[in-house]
C-alpha cells in the first residue's frame, strides 16, 4: 500500500485554510465513461476490450525494465520560479515550483514515495512507484493502493507518450483526490493530489519526461 507519511501535516493545514481552487483544463486527454469502484474484470486479455480508463497495453511502448520509453536531452532548460526533480533510478524527471519541499520515502521491494509539498500554500501531489511487470493494472494492485476502491470518471490521458488514466478517487488520509496511473519500464506509476489541485497538477504532469 503507498505511503502518505509525507502528506499528513499537508492534510492538517488544509483543513485549516481550505482548500486552493483551480479550473480545471485537461490537456492530452479523451474523456471515457465510468463511474465508482472498477469491476474485477479489469485484467483484460489479448482478445478482450480493456475496460474503460484502464491503462492499455501499446505496441509502441515498453513495461519492461531496461528499455527506455524516450531518451531526455543530458539537461533541460528550467522555467523560472521552478526546479528539476530528475530520478536516474526511476528514469523521469518533471519540473516543481521551486517554494516546495521533496521528500523521498523508501516503502520497500523496489518502491518509493516522493512527496512535493507546500504547506504554507496548502499544495502538493506525491509519485508512489512500484515494480509492476504487467500491462494493466489488476483489480488486487488497484484495491491494494486504493483499499477505499473509488474510482471516478476515468479518463484516458498520455504522460510523455505513454499511456495511462486519470480518475478520482478518495483516500483515507486525504479525503477526494485526483490520481494519474501509468506504467512504463516495469513500473506503475501513481501521481496523486487533492481533487481541488486537479488542474494545478496536469500543469506539472505537463513537464513529465522520460529519461
Not at 507518450?161 to 478518495?170: A, D, I, L, N, P
Request: proline share 7%; hydrophobic share 35%.
Amino acid at each position: 500500500m503507498k505511503s502518505f507519511a509525507g502528506w499528513i501535516a499537508v492534510a492538517i493545514v488544509i483543513l485549516t485554510l481550505g482548500y486552493m481552487v483551480f479550473i480545471y483544463s485537461p490537456v492530452r486527454t479523451q474523456s471515457t465513461e465510468g463511474t465508482t469502484t472498477p469491476p474485477d474484470a479489469i485484467l483484460p486479455t489479448d482478445t478482450q476490450t480493456p475496460a474503460p480508463g484502464f491503462l492499455q497495453p501499446n505496441d509502441t511502448q515498453s513495461n519492461n525494465a531496461g528499455s527506455p520509453q524516450t531518451t531526455a536531452p543530458a539537461s533541460r532548460v528550467v522555467p523560472s520560479g521552478f526546479k528539476e526533480y530528475r530520478s536516474t533510478k526511476y528514469r523521469f524527471s518533471l519540473f516543481y515550483p521551486k517554494n516546495m519541499k521533496v521528500s523521498e520515502f523508501d516503502e520497500g521491494g523496489g518502491a518509493q514515495s516522493i512527496t512535493f509539498e507546500n504547506a504554507g500554500d496548502a499544495i502538493g501531489f506525491q509519485i508512489f512507484i512500484v515494480p509492476y511487470k504487467e500491462h494493466q493494472v489488476s483489480s488486487a494492485r488497484f484495491s491494494q493502493d486504493v483499499p477505499t476502491g473509488v474510482m471516478k470518471e476515468p479518463t484516458n490521458v498520455t504522460v510523455d507518450g505513454v499511456f495511462g488514466t486519470m480518475f478520482y478517487s478518495q483516500s483515507l488520509t486525504l479525503g477526494d483526490t485526483r490520481e494519474i496511473w501509468f506504467i512504463n519500464n516495469g513500473y506503475l506509476y501513481e501521481v496523486t493530489t487533492l481533487k481541488t489541485l486537479d488542474s494545478w497538477l496536469i500543469e506539472r504532469m505537463k513537464t513529465w519526461m522520460f529519461i
